[in-house]
């Protein structure tokens, strides 16, 4: 236990140094780029906090975090160092979760190794000094499943129930996790109707009471019930309409193609209609270049490095700026190709395999799942895949100690 608790503090001062270091080097302090989401979780706060509108792509309970400041009559630039110190904060919850979890099967040093990889992983740290909600999603994700593994430990539902709460209110921060509900309830059918009688299904009943506010709200400002249209504006104007350019063979330019330009003036309702037209029509009549359109998507989002570096600038002129925003870029694109396909091969090898520990599975389809659903749009360099980077540590420690076993194993026999 002296040196569980030891080891973790040892992560948090390494993680800390690294952080610090990466902020003088970098000068952090100084960079003053705004991605135009960084925009968007900023209107959607104000418009929260100032006006008591929900926003139509940004879910309530992320504008409720990110937006606190607002509160005491913040100003915008109060929210974004708000962001930053939760964000950091999320960050390195994560390290310590991903050394937790590693331990329930490993020993010391592999779980140590898994949260020093995880401290290593470029972009999640570049992308917590925005104001995004990727830091908070992946600590959500990551406490979800140790949730769970406790769970698989303990046999004591109450983590079940509380698992599936923990997913159901991280709808509220991204909508992409409304799927991993429905294939966590699936892969616990028999265990479903223990999970309202436990004091964890008051958690659950509180976060799908805050989705009906959200679905509600968006119904009377909006006109349907919908999470958010994100969904729908991204399939649209990332996916869809690269395909029609394939089609038409005409160059794809973000938002500025005649029809996404068309699309983005209709309302909530017509857009979330025309949407699924659409993808009906593609089906039928495109099919070939939706495809196409979806590989160029993967394909782009596997092979870049993090745009939280290259848009970093050198404010203070210092000589070895351009080797650093370099090396780190192509660090970070490294570790996005190596991340991905092992996770896709690891994954792939969990699910296929029968002799494979339940968590792992859950692990696996998970990583699946988030590369997949990535793919529907692009242009965002490894953005959408430093959520699996944790996943595929976890992956890589579990199966290498279990390789280890059948090794030992096999040389007894």
Request: glycine residues 4%.
């Amino acid at each position: 236990m002296k040196l569980f608790v030891k080891n973790e503090w040892l992560l948090f001062g390494i993680a800390f140094f690294w952080m610090i270091t990466l902020v003088c080097i970098m000068q952090i302090m100084n960079q003053q780029y705004v991605f135009n989401d960084s925009k968007s979780y900023l209107f959607a706060a104000q418009q929260l906090y100032q006006e008591g509108i929900f926003n139509d792509h940004r879910p309530f309970l992320i504008n409720l975090i990110n937006g606190f400041p607002l509160l005491f009559g913040g100003s915008a630039d109060a929210v974004f160092k708000w962001a930053v110190a939760v964000n950091l904060c999320c960050w390195f919850s994560t390290v310590l979760l991903v050394y937790r979890i590693a331990k329930m099967h490993s020993d010391e040093k592999n779980a140590f190794i898994a949260g020093l990889l995880f401290i290593f992983c470029i972009s999640n740290l570049f992308f917590a000094f925005h104001l995004l909600s990727e830091s908070i999603f992946v600590f959500l994700l990551i406490s979800a499943f140790y949730l769970v593994q406790q769970y698989f430990n303990t046999n004591r539902i109450g983590y079940l129930s509380c698992t599936i709460a923990l997913l159901l209110l991280m709808v509220l921060v991204k909508p992409i996790s409304s799927e991993l509900v429905i294939l966590l309830l699936l892969y616990f059918i028999r265990k479903i109707k223990h999970l309202f009688w436990n004091r964890g299904a008051i958690l659950m009943l509180c976060s799908v009471l805050l989705i009906s506010i959200q679905l509600f709200a968006m119904k009377k400002q909006y006109g349907s019930y919908a999470i958010s249209y994100v969904n729908t504006f991204t399939y649209y104007n990332y996916l869809s309409t690269k395909a029609d350019c394939l089609k038409n063979n005409i160059e794809f330019k973000e938002g500025k193609n005649e029809r996404a330009v068309i699309f983005n003036e209709l309302s909530h309702s017509a857009q979330k209609s025309a949407a699924a037209a659409d993808f009906g029509q593609q089906l039928k009549h495109n099919f070939i270049n939706l495809i196409k359109a979806y590989c160029v998507n993967f394909y782009s989002n596997t092979t870049k490095g993090s745009v939280a570096v290259a848009v970093c600038e050198n404010k203070n002129q210092a000589n070895y700026y351009d080797f650093a925003v370099f090396f780190f870029k192509a660090l970070s694109k490294l570790q996005n190709i190596i991340l991905t396909f092992t996770g896709i091969l690891l994954s792939c090898y969990c699910l296929l395999r029968k002799k494979i520990v339940s968590s792992d599975k859950l692990l696996g389809a998970a990583v699946l799942y988030f590369i997949a659903m990535s793919a529907i749009s692009c242009n965002q360099g490894d953005r959408f895949h430093i959520v699996i980077f944790p996943f595929v540590i976890l992956l890589l420690v579990n199966q290498g100690i279990q390789l280890k076993k059948r090794t030992f194993f096999t040389r007894q026999m």
